[in-house]
C-alpha cells in the first residue's frame, strides 16, 4: 500500500543553517512523483519541489534541493542557508503512478522552527 | 487570477446538520481532490476526481459525499454521519505538468 512517513515532528534550527527534513515512502508502483508542500500558519499549502521516480538527477529549486534515494525510498527536503521566514510545516506527498486518476497521500509533517 | 476558490472561509454549525463546502478552479485542471486536515497533523484524502461525473473514494471517505458534474466545480459535503466533523478543509487541482497540487485557502468548520 502506499504510504509516506515522516519522523521528525518537529526540528529548532539555527538561522542560516542548512536543515534536512526527512522523508521515506513506500509503493509497489514504478512509476511515482514525490512533493514537498509548505504550510505556513496562515493554513494556505505551497509547493516547493518535485522528484520523479525516473528521474536521474536530484531535483533543485532554489535553495530547496531533494536528496533522492530510491533503493533506499527516501526523499529528503534540504533547505540550505535557512531564514525565519522558512517556519512552517512541511509535508511530503507522493503520487503513485503517473495514471489520470492517482491518488496522492501526504505525510503527517514536520514543524520546523528557525531561531534568530 | 487564475486559481482555486473555497468557501465559506469559515464555517460553524450544529450537531447533525449537513455541511456543503464549496471549491471552484478556473485552472482548466481535470483532476480535483478534497483533504481534511486536523490540528498538527497531515493532509488525509477524502475523495478525488479526475473527470466530470467520477470520482472515487480516499483514505477517510465516510460521512462525506462529492459531486463533479461540471469541471470547474467539486463540492464536498460533510453529512451528519461524520462522527468527527470539525477539522480544516483543503481543496485541491492537480496540474498537468509535473502533476502538483494547486491548492485553495481552506475552509475551517466548526461543529458546535
Known amino acids: 500500500a502506499q504510504k509516506i512517513t515522516q519522523t521528525q515532528p518537529g526540528m529548532f534550527v539555527q538561522e542560516k543553517e542548512a536543515v534536512t527534513l526527512d522523508c521515506t515512502y513506500d509503493?509497489?508502483?514504478?512509476?511515482?512523483?514525490l512533493f514537498w508542500y509548505k504550510q505556513p500558519s496562515s493554513g494556505e499549502m505551497i509547493f516547493l519541489i518535485y522528484?520523479?521516480?525516473?528521474?536521474?538527477q536530484n531535483a533543485t529549486e532554489g535553495r530547496y534541493s531533494l536528496n533522492f534515494q530510491k533503493a533506499r525510498k527516501s526523499a529528503n527536503l534540504v533547505i540550505s542557508a535557512s531564514q525565519l521566514g522558512d517556519s512552517a510545516m512541511y509535508f511530503c506527498?507522493?503520487?503513485?503512478?503517473?495514471?489520470?486518476?492517482?491518488?496522492?497521500?501526504f505525510g503527517s509533517g514536520t514543524r520546523l522552527s528557525i531561531r534568530p | 487570477d487564475g486559481g482555486i476558490t473555497q468557501s465559506p472561509k469559515y464555517l460553524f454549525r450544529k450537531e447533525g446538520q449537513n455541511v456543503t463546502l464549496s471549491c471552484e478552479q478556473n485552472?482548466?485542471?481535470?483532476?480535483m481532490y478534497w483533504y481534511r486536515q486536523d490540528p498538527g497533523q497531515g493532509l488525509r484524502l477524502i475523495y478525488y476526481?479526475?473527470?466530470?461525473?467520477?470520482?472515487q473514494k480516499g483514505d477517510i471517505a465516510e460521512g462525506y459525499s462529492v459531486s463533479r458534474e461540471k469541471k470547474e466545480s467539486f463540492p464536498l459535503t460533510v453529512t451528519s454521519a461524520q462522527k468527527n466533523p470539525t477539522a480544516f478543509y483543503l481543496c485541491?487541482?492537480?496540474?498537468?505538468?509535473?502533476?502538483?497540487?494547486?491548492f485553495g485557502e481552506g475552509s475551517r468548520l466548526t461543529v458546535l
Open positions: 476526481s479526475q473527470i466530470v461525473n467520477d470520482f
Open positions: 509503493t509497489s508502483d514504478q512509476s511515482y512523483g
Open positions: 522528484q520523479g521516480s525516473y528521474d536521474e
Open positions: 506527498a507522493m503520487r503513485e503512478s503517473y495514471s489520470s486518476a492517482s491518488k496522492i497521500i
Open positions: 485552472l482548466n485542471h481535470d483532476a
Open positions: 485541491a487541482s492537480r496540474g498537468t505538468d509535473t502533476g502538483e497540487l494547486f
